[in-house]
């Protein structure tokens, strides 16, 4: 036995796991089951998070931005969205983006995290351009920008095909996407809170063009509202079947619903218990996606470390200028030195790396850190 773990009930999930295997709908319900040992679970998924990723721990130097919070969608969890004539409404103009991605490089960010609002006034051409400004002005910043949600609404504006919106936005230097707007994908729920968006389908059809393309994107999901073990499963398997045929999700991250503010702001947050058992459970299920990012952000930042130890290898980045969290009560800070982060890491047991948006390794140079270059490929798991 290489896993330490006593339950019977789990004898045969650990053997599939020891040996591999792939874990059924009854295995997640299994573990989701608040009556099997957290401990265990965790047990589980920390043995497939080290025969994946050894003892490395990942983080990036990032900064987000949030073009707009105007919005044409009331999804009931959503705390930052604006309609335009409230006070808090606001579209950045040219010279907010150029400052943000000025800062940004000053700061040694190799990502800038660009998902917003969807708003009704402004054309796709401001989108378009928008990326086009940052790539032209900071070559070298990665541009990780808009969920399936924005390029569906893109969709609409235009009547163009997905495929031609995600090349448009590659050829203006869009490197990667973001895995919102993925929520709860089981109809039951999404119907519920967040009725008009892109449904599953096309959340789907967006990332499996852009895997098609050779774009890599990130994949997500937001829990501890009105869904259950059974939704949840079902969204994990339904990621996992779409990373089969096509191999281009890179990391999953659990999105843990924060309440204040919403149109939900009756449901309580979810526990750091119900946390790390959502990210153990979406590493035993997701067997073949690569990471599994904890979120300090959301999760906070004692959870994010113990997260470390039950399937997660990634913390995101610093992170500055972060919205959609902040307006919906998240207490964490706006941002972590790169000394705090690695510091985080070390203190969980871990051994950081920064990586680039993509996990190549970056390398810095001690006499000036905001310069940056790849560093040797990281080599480990299966
Ligand atoms: O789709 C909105 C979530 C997402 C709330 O790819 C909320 O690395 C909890 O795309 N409580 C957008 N969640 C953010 C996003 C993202 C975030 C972190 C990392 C990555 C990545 C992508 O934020 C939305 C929704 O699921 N969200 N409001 C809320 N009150
Ligand atoms: Fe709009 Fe996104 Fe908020 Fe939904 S989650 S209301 S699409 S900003």
Redesign the pocket.
Known sequence: MLIQSTSPSLKNIRDKVEAGKRLSLDDGLLLSDEKTPLHEVGALANFVRERKNGNYAYYNINTHLNAT?I?????T??A??SDLREAKGYAMDDAQVIARGQEAVDNGCTELHI????HHQRKYEWYLELVRLLHTNFPDLHLKAW?A??INWFEFLTKKSVRTILEEMREAGMGSMPG??A?IFHPEVRSRI?EH?ADASKWFEVHRTAHQMGVKTNCTMLYGHIENAYHRIDHLIRLRELQDETNGFQVFIPLAFHPENTGLSHIKKPSSLMDLRVMAVSRLMLDNIPHMKAYWIMLGIGTAQAALAYGADDLDGTVRHEL?YHDAGATTPELLTVDQIRRLIVEAGREPVERDTVYNRIERDPANPSKWFLGEPITVGA
Not at 115 to 118: A, T
Request: hydrophobic share 30%; with cysteine.
């Open positions: 919070n919005c044409v969608y009331r999804c969890f959503c930052f969205r998902v917003g609002g969807l969920t949600v924005e919102g707007g929520e967040c968006k959609i």
